[in-house]
Structure formats: C-alpha cells, structure tokens
C-alpha cells in the first residue's frame, strides 16, 4: 500500500475512533435478515450528485427501510441531505458521529474560521485537527434528524462519515449480500 494511501486510511480510522468515543454510545446492529419488499420506481432515491465517482443509488424497501448498494471498493456510500443538500457519505457503522470533510461542509452551508480549528482526534501523523458544528437537518431518505453534533474535518478525511449518532435513530442494520439495509 503506497504511504499516502496508508495515511489516509490511518487518518480515517483515528477520525472514526475520535467520533466513537466523544458522541452517543454505540447504536442497533442487527444481522437478522427479512425478506426484501421491493418499492415501485418512484420511490427509488436518484440525482446521484456530482461526484468523481458517483454513489450506488439507495433504494427504498419496506415502510422505513433504505437499501444501500455495496460500492465497486467494497465499501457502502450513501447520499443524505445536510441542510437541504446532497453529500456523499461513507457508511460507518464503526463510528459513533458524523464528520464532514471542509469541502462538504462549505457545500451544505456550514462555514467556520481558521480559528475555530481544535484539536478534535490524534492520528498516526499527530493531532487531527477540526471544528465540532451542529448539523442544522441531516436525511436519508425520509429520516430526518434536526440539530445533529458532528465535526469538520478540513484537511485529510477524503470522504464524509455518516455513524451511529444518525443512523440509530433510522432502527436495525443489516448486511443482505452486496448492500446494507438501514431502518426499522
């Protein structure tokens, strides 16, 4: 594995530890697996936003569940809607927060000074440094959870993380062969 890559994977295990230990405690995982109900096409969550490499389209299943597909890296990417709009999130179920990179930050309308970084978490590299924020309305699908702590990260997280601080409140997770089934 090149340094850089190494790096960033490093960081981004430090960031979700920071985020496990300074939000809610750990939330529902559940492996139980139901039947799939699938949706009519209407209900299939689309505009997969402007990304370098776009988002497996969410689906909606049961009243309340949203099926995320398994992306080409083996990792679970999901759209969700900070402050009315559309950011790329990686999956965490591993991490108690939510941590947004500066640049989804700006782009949900969330903006700080360079005097409000803080040391938020310690990687491999030294300190990690952020600005904890409250996230105004965050959704997925029709989850919506209004005023959500989560932290910016503007150097070094290459994708924004989506935890347990959010997901908890959507009920069970579970993994279905290549995609993640979350909510009730």
Aim: proline fraction near 9%; aromatic fraction near 6%; avoid cysteine.
């Amino acid at each position: 594995m090149p340094a850089g890559m190494r790096e960033s994977a490093l960081l981004i295990v430090a960031i979700a530890a920071f985020i496990a230990s300074a939000f809610v405690p750990g939330g529902a995982i559940d492996t139980a697996t139901r039947p799939e109900q699938t949706a009519p096409p209407s209900e299939t969550l689309s505009e997969p936003g402007n990304f370098a490499e776009p988002s497996p389209t969410p689906t909606y299943l049961a009243p309340g569940e949203i099926a995320v597909p398994r992306s080409a890296d083996g990792q679970f990417y999901a759209e969700v809607g900070v402050n009315d709009r559309p950011i790329r999130f990686l999956v965490d179920t591993g991490a108690n927060g939510v941590a947004l990179t500066g640049d989804d930050a700006r782009a949900a309308g969330i903006f700080w000074s360079p005097t409000d970084l803080e040391t938020v978490a310690r990687g491999a590299s030294g300190p990690v440094e952020g600005v904890r924020v409250t996230i105004d309305a965050i959704d997925l699908g029709n989850h919506e959870i209004r005023n959500l702590n989560a932290v910016i990260v503007p150097q070094g997280l290459p994708v924004s993380l989506l935890g347990q601080s959010y997901l908890s409140e959507m009920g069970t997770m579970r993994i279905e062969g290549d995609r993640m089934v979350i909510g009730s």
